[in-house]
């Protein structure tokens, strides 16, 4: 069973900086494409940020190009995903998903076969 931790959530003020981290059991994480999710309150669950097992290949939704960066460090079997110029809209509880879907990188909920519990952001205006 593959499990997923994830890390770094917490309150900051609008334009402000938080960095997340999933942390994978065992060596799953090498092997796997790893993606952020998030859902809002009386929202669908969205798809933020997906990396390649490589590491080499990355996508991000458009609501946060230019301000999210997902990157991974396989050493550590971890995904993270650096959020600056935070906006209110971006407050959400944030999922790290893993899925056995190597290429083409996986970008919907249902290609991911594992998740973690989430962690909570909230910008505040």
């Known amino acids: 069973q593959v499990q997923l931790v994830e890390s770094g959530g917490g309150l900051v003020q609008a334009g402000g900086s938080l960095r997340l981290s999933c942390a994978a059991s065992?060596?799953?994480?090498?092997?796997?494409?790893t993606a952020w999710f998030r859902q809002a309150p009386g929202k669908e669950r969205e798809f933020v940020a997906a990396?390649?097992?490589?590491?080499?290949?990355?996508y991000h939704t458009d609501s946060v190009k230019g301000r999210f960066t997902i990157s991974r460090d396989n050493a550590k079997n971890t995904v993270y995903l650096q959020m600056n110029s935070l906006k209110p809209e971006d407050t959400a509880v944030y999922y790290c998903?893993?899925?056995?879907?190597?290429?083409?990188?996986?970008?919907?909920?249902?290609?991911?076969?594992?998740w973690g519990r989430g962690t909570q952001v909230t910008v505040s205006s």
């Open positions: 990396v390649s097992w490589s590491g080499h290949v990355t």
């Open positions: 998903a893993a899925s056995n879907v190597i290429a083409p990188l996986p970008r919907r909920g249902d290609e991911y076969n594992y």
């Open positions: 065992a060596r799953t994480n090498s092997s796997y494409s």
